[in-house]
């Protein structure tokens, strides 16, 4: 982050929903960073927290009681800062708890819709109008039943007395409801107040602004001599990653696209060409087939399918960063750079509080303890949308930018069981089916991501005279955003017939094919 950059520091407290305020803030072109909350408890100290010099500061919710053994706490003196503070959920009951006032358990949770009435329209309530009503998401079991002294009550709810606070000369401020999550309607006008109205931020934090910054952080952290490779899948995140680094290192930066046998179509082709053809990194293109499937012999589970692929991944790399030292004579390169998103650490790890683990991700939760190379992670803080902005603002070609996304594992998690070379055969033919069929009804860009998953499901069929018993392919198309929620896409029934058709028709193997009507969550968009 820039000397100069206002942030916004969001302290983790475990809630679902903390990447969504990190999503909201940035909508308002704040820039922002979630931390663990442990940066700020009574045994660490602020000494973290002052280091960051935040204009701001957000306690999110969390899944925990305040009074509850081992709940996470945090140092009073971070109130007397003087940094403007906004509670949300625990957040507020935190600041409560902290500062002399009481939490108890509440008779009648609150889960789901509810409705607050204003009674004091100032602080982040100040763009609302005295007795007015808002619809509000609420999440909660807990709630507060006495607040410390100086606080004011800005709106109640029939079981909430205090579901709105302020402090105005502390600037502090607090909210039981969750402003960030779609269910609060107007909640980004009270998360823009306490932006704008009360902390005094400016809309500054722009795509450029980013792109600028990132390069600099590459270039201190890799310093003016080491060498780094960039794995590079063809895809958005990897391609500007490798965009970005190659402005912050020039020519020491290689580019490396493996062949690991589990990719679509055509696709190791598609994308050297497309990539010599628009930039000019230095690319080296491996065919490690043989290693990646040979690895993944008899492998069912998921998780240990990602765990391989990130081993054998790191593995080939190591092989290849050292013939480029020897081919170039120079050191060995010490940097991996990778297209690690924020959505990609949020599934995968308690990667900045504790939050709950969903999956280990093939960029961040697959990769082996002991790597020898250190990683460059510079989109790891943004959201997909915030990705491809950044690539348009690097003057990337739109080709490149709104490429659907592909997962790292490739095929391999969307071939359900075992990973074999005719199954993946099968899973290839019936994808390049679906995405000729998408792309000529113009529905490719709309749509987050449409893909086929081949299921270890066999059942009986009938063609022509003779019995079949064969596999099953399911069509998979969501609208998303960013990739952290999504709604499964209403695709025509005339497309679907016709993507079903070709694929039990012209693939030898599927005599089946479904259609994933589920959203995430509770689903993820993946199956695996």
Not at 476 to 482: K, Q
Request: one cysteine or more.
């Amino acid at each position: 982050m820039s000397a100069s950059r206002e942030l916004v520091l969001i302290l983790d407290y475990g809630s679902q929903y903390t990447q969504l305020i990190a999503r909201r803030v940035r909508e308002q072109r704040v820039y922002c960073e979630i931390h663990p909350c442990t940066i700020a408890s009574p045994e660490a100290g602020l000494a973290k927290v002052e280091a960051l010099k935040p204009s701001a500061i957000i306690l999110s919710g969390g899944p925990a009681s305040v009074y509850g053994e081992g709940a996470p706490q945090v140092d009073p003196k971070l109130f007397s800062l003087g940094i403007p503070i906004l509670g949300i959920c625990y957040g507020l009951q935190l600041v409560a708890h902290a500062l002399g006032g009481k939490v108890e358990r509440s008779e009648a949770r609150e889960y789901g819709s509810a409705s607050v009435n204003i009674d004091h329209p100032e602080g982040v309530l100040h763009r609302f109008a005295k007795g007015e009503s808002i619809d509000v998401w609420m999440s909660h079991s807990d709630k507060i039943v006495s607040m410390p002294s100086g606080f004011r009550t800005l709106g109640t709810s029939g079981n909430t007395p205090f579901c709105a606070v302020g402090d105005e000369a502390r600037k502090i401020w607090g909210i039981q409801f969750h402003p960030e999550v779609v269910h609060t309607p107007r909640g980004s006008e009270i998360l823009a107040a306490f932006l704008f109205d009360v902390a005094h931020l400016a809309p500054t934090w722009t795509p450029g602004s980013f792109v600028e910054d990132a390069i600099a952080a590459v270039s201190q952290a890799v310093g003016p001599k080491a060498h780094a490779i960039c794995g590079l899948s063809g895809g958005v995140d990897s391609s500007v990653a490798a965009v970005l680094c190659h402005r912050a290192l020039g020519d020491r930066l290689t580019c490396i696209f493996v062949d690991n046998g589990l990719l679509r179509t055509g696709e190791f082709e598609q994308v050297q060409a497309m990539f010599k053809e628009n930039f000019h990194a230095k690319l080296v293109a491996v065919d490690a087939r043989k290693p990646f499937l040979d690895a993944l012999v008899g492998v069912t589970d998921p998780e240990q399918k990602r765990k391989i692929i990130g081993r054998v991944f790191i593995e080939v790399f190591d092989a290849e960063a050292k013939k480029i030292s020897a081919s170039a004579g120079t050191e060995e390169a010490g940097f991996l750079v990778q297209g690690t998103l924020y959505p990609d650490v949020i599934e995968s790890v308690s990667f900045k509080g504790p939050s709950a683990v969903i999956k280990s991700h093939h960029n961040v939760g697959g990769l082996p303890e002991k790597m020898k190379m250190k990683l460059v992670e510079p989109l790891r803080e943004l959201f997909k949308d915030e990705v491809r902005a950044a690539g348009e603002a690097l003057g990337m070609p739109r080709t490149f930018i709104w490429r659907q996304p592909f997962p790292g594992p490739g095929l391999a998690i969307r071939c359900l069981g075992e990973v074999t070379e005719p199954r993946l055969e099968r899973l290839r033919k019936a994808d390049s089916i679906l995405d000729a069929e998408v792309r000529a009804a113009g529905l490719y860009d709309s749509l987050w991501q449409s893909f086929c998953v081949l299921l270890p499901v066999r059942s009986v069929g009938v063609m022509g005279d003779e019995r079949t018993y064969d596999e099953t392919a399911c069509v998979r198309a969501v609208h998303s955003t960013d990739g952290m929620t999504a709604d499964w896409a209403k695709l025509p029934y005339e497309l679907l017939a016709k993507v079903s058709t070709r694929i039990i028709n012209e693939v030898k193997g599927i005599n089946r094919v479904v259609y994933d009507i589920s959203s995430k969550p509770p689903a993820t968009i993946e199956w695996e």
